[in-house]
Structures are given as structure tokens and as C-alpha cells.
């Protein structure tokens, strides 16, 4: 089966600008979580969709960040207008709906994000 | 809230030895999951071992073990006969599962094979 796909892999823009990643999940993988990794900290948790619906969005940064998941399939996180502290690599995950625990993830290979 | 810590941001080993990769956490929890996570370079995340807190058997992988001390809360990685391919950046993770359906990471350890 294919894997989650993230692109772009790497993306360098200004601050201001506006960015959009995306990911494509498993399919038929009800959960969808993106994480980000900041400037060689922690990878911290973003937020988590099932299906459509955003479960759980307590990661969220500030609100230049927005997370859209259509009709529970792949999803985008839109940065606007990036900063240069949202520098990181953004890492998205999927399971299926029952196996929410995180030995049923799957992880893309991230996107990194470089704002200049 | 939890707490992952990862105090060797890189190690390096000689190919054929045995490498421990250490990670501490807290929690005021007394039944979750612990894991270690490997990602080479520009590839995807992919779980290498995990731990359930209930569990006093260390976990086993093949190569990969780990030193769960509960009481401590240590989840150190000991890789046993270091391959070229094992190096990685290494993600030690947290996960309660009552509460946020979420991983708590640490900062990792970028592990270096020497030839």
C-alpha cells in the first residue's frame, strides 16, 4: 500500500508569504495528526483529525495556522503569513480509525519549511 | 503535563558495537506507552520499539532493546551491533492515551555509524 505523502518536501519562502503543505494519508486511515518540529527541539503535536472533523487542535500555534481536512481525505496546513519562527519540519501521520494508538501511525517524511 | 527529555542531542558509534541512546520523561500517570522512533535522513518516521508502562519485561526488537525504569522514568535504547543503516536521528515519544490522542516527543539524538 503506499505511504503518507507529504509535499512539498522542502519549501523556502518569506515571511509574509503564505505556504500550504499537504498531506495524503493511507487510505482509508480515518486519523490524520501533523506534528512540527521547531529549530531542532521537540517534534510537537499540532492537531488531529478524524475524518473530516478536527478532534483535537490544542497544538495549534496561533491562528495563522489553518488545517483543513476535505471530505476526509488528504489534508493541508496553510501558514499565513509565515514568520520566521514557524522554521521547522512538518511532519504529518495517519492510522485507521480503530487503531488510534500511535503503533498504528504511519509518518510521511516531513516538510520542511524555511522562512527567510 | 508530560515531559519528554533527550539530553544527548548526538552520539556516535563504531559499526559492530553497542550504542545506549537515554531519554527520561514525566508523568504523574501510571499507565501509558513509551516509544522509540528512527528517522534517517529525509525518510520517513518509523517505529523502531515500544513499551507499555504495565509491562516490567524490557521490550525487545531484533537488535534493539530497551532499560524501562519506571520508578525512575527512564526508557533508555541500547543498539546492539551498530549497522551503517541504523543511522538515524532517534525520537524518544510518550503517549498517556486517556486523555489527547497525541505523542509527546523528546528533541532527539542524531546517531552517527562509524565505519
Known amino acids: 500500500e503506499a505511504g503518507v505523502t507529504q509535499f512539498p518536501s522542502h519549501s523556502v519562502i518569506e515571511k509574509g508569504q503564505t505556504v500550504t503543505l499537504r498531506c495524503d494519508p493511507i487510505s482509508g486511515h480515518d486519523n490524520l495528526y501533523w506534528y512540527r518540529r521547531v529549530m531542532g527541539k521537540e517534534i510537537k503535536f499540532l492537531l488531529h483529525f478524524v475524518k473530516e472533523s478536527k478532534q483535537d487542535e490544542s497544538g495549534m500555534p496561533n491562528n495563522r495556522f489553518l488545517a483543513e481536512r476535505t471530505g476526509g481525505t488528504y489534508s493541508t496546513l496553510k501558514v499565513q503569513p509565515a514568520e520566521l519562527e514557524d522554521s521547522g519540519v512538518y511532519f504529518c501521520a495517519s492510522s485507521p480509525r480503530v487503531r488510534q494508538e500511535p503503533y498504528g501511525y504511519t509518518f510521511g517524511s516531513g516538510t520542511r519549511l524555511t522562512v527567510v | 503535563a508530560q515531559t519528554v527529555t533527550q539530553s544527548q542531542p548526538e552520539m556516535s558509534v563504531q559499526e559492530a558495537e553497542t550504542v545506549t541512546l537515554s531519554c527520561t520523561y514525566d508523568?504523574?500517570?501510571?499507565?501509558?506507552?513509551l516509544f522509540w522512533y528512527k528517522q534517517p535522513p529525509s525518510r520517513q518516521m518509523i517505529l523502531v520499539i515500544r513499551q507499555e508502562a504495565y509491562k516490567q519485561q524490557n521490550a525487545t526488537e531484533n537488535r534493539f532493546s530497551v532499560n524501562f525504569q519506571k520508578a525512575a522514568k527512564s526508557f533508555s535504547l541500547k543498539i546492539s551491533d551498530s549497522q551503517l543503516g541504523d543511522a538515524a536521528m532517534y525520537f524518544c515519544?510518550?503517549?498517556w492515551g486517556q486523555g489527547a490522542q497525541k505523542l509527546v516527543f523528546g528533541q532527539g539524538t542524531r546517531l552517527t555509524i562509524n565505519p
Open positions: 515519544a510518550y503517549y
Open positions: 508523568t504523574s500517570e501510571s499507565d501509558y506507552y
